[in-house]
């Protein structure tokens, strides 16, 4: 099965910062790399598919990069509403898998 | 508009089971797989595995292989979850996601979930 790991775990950043997570797969994935976004209480919201093509109604301060193992998500500019829980997700293989997600916190 | 609609919250003891709905609107229930997503508490996003609504052909994590049962109701749009013997640890929120319709990027297609339930608090407890 193919493993994913994010990094940080958890970042602390202020309104205005520019951010950037990173995932990393188990094997090459191609770009066969999703992106999402969870608030408390709330369902898990997709940002990115494909590795960098945006989701229709997601913000241009959100972009996604990379291919084969390695891959970054990237907030320009945070706003207040940002602050979250971010997962990466691949489906590249029939069996599906999350990252293990990273808290944005405000510092 | 496009969305699923879950089964309501369930408390059941240590082995049982417990069965979850999700039903369809907006798109073509049948056009794409169904994934099973679950969310212990403060703990991340864990993929459960997929039907696909037209064949019934299912996919499960190996972590759940043998305690999991996917199946759908085409005449009602609807996908369901069965986990069995249930544990404490199965306390979660279980959501189901598909897609309306893939990323056709030339020359493959790409999935993903853009279609989310609001989730289905399973609690398990003697």
């Known amino acids: 099965d193919i493993q994913m790991t994010q990094s940080p775990s958890s970042l602390s950043a202020s309104v205005g910062d520019r951010v950037t997570i990173t995932c990393r797969a188990s094997?090459?994935?191609?770009?066969?790399l999703n992106w999402y976004q969870q608030k408390p209480g709330k369902a898990p919201k997709l940002l990115i598919y494909?590795?960098?093509s945006l989701q229709s109604g997601v913000p241009s301060r959100f972009s996604g990069s990379g291919s084969g193992t390695d891959f970054t998500l990237t907030i320009s500019s945070l706003q207040p509403e940002d602050f979250a829980t971010y997962y990466c997700?691949?489906?590249?293989?029939?069996?599906?898998?999350f990252g293990q997600g990273t808290k944005l916190e405000i510092k | 508009q496009v969305q699923l609609v879950q089964s309501g919250a369930e408390v059941k003891k240590p082995g049982a089971s417990v069965k979850v709905s999700c039903k369809a609107s907006?798109?073509?229930?049948?056009?794409?797989?169904m994934h099973w997503v679950r969310q212990a508490p403060g703990q991340g996003l864990e993929w459960m595995g997929r039907i696909n609504p037209n064949s019934g052909g299912t996919n499960y994590a190996q972590k759940f292989q043998g305690r999991v049962t996917m199946t759908r109701d085409t005449s009602i749009s609807t996908a369901y979850m069965e986990l069995s013997r249930l544990r404490s640890d199965d306390t979660a929120v279980y959501y189901c996601?598909?897609?309306?319709?893939?990323?056709?990027?030339?020359?493959?297609?790409?999935?993903?979930?853009?279609?989310w339930g609001k989730g289905t608090t399973v609690t398990v407890s003697s």
């Open positions: 494909a590795a960098s």
């Open positions: 996601a598909g897609v309306v319709v893939p990323a056709a990027i030339s020359p493959d297609y790409y999935y993903y979930m853009d279609v």
């Open positions: 094997q090459s994935i191609s770009s066969y």
């Open positions: 997700q691949q489906s590249y293989s029939t069996l599906w898998a």
């Open positions: 907006g798109y073509t229930f049948t056009g794409y797989y």
